[in-house]
């Protein structure tokens, strides 16, 4: 199945997901009272983004999370205000954060949609249920840690503690987004690469949102995900503005729908609501056109090149040319494919950083760098390796000669 590696399979997973995106960024578009036709904009927005649809056929965490948080909007916004729907709102939610927990940051954004409506009955028990029953599902994973012995750091056992230390204070920082040579700036100006219209576009939209009830949600989540990026200096994940898109395309789509709305309100005639629905669909054709030639190209370019041809070629020649029996060290990316091939001990085909951050490699292979036979190096390896430190890698390297190169991927054999 797919281009018959593990990662082209797994990716297939991936498309309900991003149907459902689609899907659910439409509906909560109706939500909004959007009409059909700006409601059908906001929904083709995430479909034909080129950023959309790199990131969105990833098998990223964030993809898979994306459609509960929008289910958890979908039920907050519903507008019989049912007590059930924002109790599962607050369940959907916990959902998203336990799939990537940097969804968190639109919880604000999700209870802004949920209070900033117009008062009714049972408003203080949606709000208890929202809050308190989400709670409880988050609490479902440190409550799992405390019963396997995992939730604080010990002896011979990881830790949730440990984990989310690293994850928020321990990962090298990305640099400020004001800095051109910093890998935020790179990271952004790629996302801008890609869709420019919609970053740019949805971010202005946002702001006009803020002057209307039904939409005064969407610049708080906008800024729960544009903030981390332009005023933080930590780590910032390539794939963090995958959950950004949905809303970005929700607030083109609003402010798309209020123009159509204000042009086309004086529209004559006892059948004046069908040309004001025929010229607004005009309108969003004609919004959806703008960037269609900047699309076209990226697309093209997506659609036609096989962006995992020069690591094929390094797992194909790893897999003729090295030997079995042979420590092997390699970037993840290309780990379970070799590691499947290859079909040696589980210490013999090893991800990078695990010769380094894993004590057991040392039980394993007591003379460290000594022992490795082969270093693999994919695009951004050396940055990992530099950025982490990976000592066992680069003594491995620097007793290493280039075997075979393809592209940015090269395999390294170690004169030891």
């Given at each position: 199945m797919g281009d018959g590696t593990p990662e082209g399979a797994a990716r297939f997973a991936v498309v309900p997901f991003f149907v459902a995106t689609v899907v659910l960024t439409y509906l909560v578009a109706r939500r909004l009272e959007l009409t059909r036709p700006a409601a059908v904009l906001t929904g083709a927005l995430v479909l034909a983004s080129p950023l959309a649809f790199t990131l969105g056929r990833q098998v990223y965490l964030d993809n898979i999370g994306l459609p509960w948080l929008l289910l958890a909007f979908l039920l907050a916004l519903n507008r019989r205000k049912a007590l059930w729907h924002h109790v599962g709102a607050g369940i959907f939610f916990a959902l998203a954060v336990l799939s990537k927990e940097t969804f968190a940051v639109a919880g604000p954004a999700l209870l802004a949609a949920l209070l900033n409506q117009r008062a009714w009955s049972n408003r203080s028990f949606s709000v208890v249920g929202f809050v308190v029953v989400g709670g409880l599902v988050l609490a479902f994973y440190p409550l799992m840690a405390l019963l396997a012995w995992e939730l604080l750091p010990g002896p011979e056992h990881v830790s949730l503690y440990e984990a989310l230390v690293h994850q928020l204070v321990g990962r090298e920082g990305s640099g400020s987004v004001w800095d051109s040579g910093s890998a935020r700036a790179e990271l952004v100006r790629g996302w801008l690469h890609y869709d420019a219209v919609l970053l740019v576009g949805g971010l202005v939209a946002g702001l006009a949102c803020a002057t209307r009830r039904r939409t005064a949600w969407l610049p708080v989540a906008l800024a729960g995900f544009a903030l981390p990026v332009l005023v933080s200096e930590g780590y910032l994940p390539a794939m963090f503005v995958v959950g950004s898109l949905p809303f970005l395309a929700l607030a083109v789509g609003a402010v798309v729908d209020r123009i159509g709305a204000r042009m086309l309100s004086g529209q004559p005639g006892p059948g004046g609501a069908r040309p004001r629905a025929a010229g607004l669909a005009g309108l969003c054709v004609v919004v959806l056109a703008l960037p269609a030639a900047q699309w076209a190209e990226r697309h093209t370019d997506l659609l036609h090149r096989d962006a995992n041809a020069d690591r094929a070629a390094a797992v194909r020649w790893v897999a003729a040319q090295v030997p079995e029996e042979d420590t092997l060290l390699v970037p993840y990316a290309a780990w379970v494919e070799l590691a499947e091939r290859r079909r040696d001990g589980p210490w013999e085909t090893i991800a990078l950083e695990k010769?380094?951050?894993?004590?057991?490699?040392?039980?394993?292979?007591?003379?460290?760098?000594?022992?490795?036979?082969?270093?693999?190096?994919?695009?951004?390896?050396?940055?990992?390796?530099?950025?982490?430190?990976l000592s066992t890698v680069l003594q491995a390297l620097a007793h290493a000669e280039v075997a075979f190169t393809a592209g940015q991927w090269t395999v390294h054999r170690v004169q030891g």
């Open positions: 010769a380094d951050l894993d004590p057991e490699f040392r039980e394993v292979h007591p003379r460290g760098w000594r022992e490795v036979e082969w270093v693999v190096l994919g695009p951004d390896s050396r940055r990992t390796v530099d950025r982490l430190e």
